[in-house]
């Protein structure tokens, strides 16, 4: 069974950096498209970025691009969201999520770490 646990999540002021880690177990992370997920209070879910699992291609929504990186470590079967110059839109619970190749949803997810830029 394959598992996700999220951390690195805290309270930042805005302009600062966070780094959250994203750990796999259970199966190899080489084999998933990973992604980051966002839902602050009162608003949808809404796709952060992505790894695809094959190509090394990534996406990112608007609102994260150039301050954003996602990385995956497949030795460590760990994914790693480097998030710079937040600010309090930036608040909120991340949750990492992963799907496998022949899927076309997200059917495994984290349990989520929360954010919060202060102003």
């Known amino acids: 069974q394959v598992q996700l646990v999220e951390s690195g999540g805290g309270l930042v002021q805005t302009g600062g950096s966070l780094r959250l880690s994203c750990a796999v177990s259970?199966?190899?992370?080489?084999?998933?498209?990973m992604a980051w997920f966002r839902q602050a209070p009162g608003k949808e879910r809404e796709l952060v970025t992505d790894?695809?699992?094959?190509?090394?291609?990534?996406y990112y929504a608007d609102s994260v691009k150039g301050r954003f990186t996602i990385s995956r470590d497949n030795a460590k079967n760990t994914v790693y969201l480097q998030m710079n110059s937040l600010n309090p839109e930036d608040t909120a619970t991340y949750y990492c999520?992963?799907?496998?190749?022949?899927?076309?949803?997200?059917?495994?997810w984290g349990q989520g770490t929360q954010v919060t830029v202060s102003s």
């Open positions: 999520a992963a799907k496998g190749s022949s899927e076309s949803a997200y059917a495994i």
């Open positions: 790894s695809r699992w094959i190509g090394d291609s990534t």
């Open positions: 259970g199966r190899a992370l080489s084999t998933y498209t």
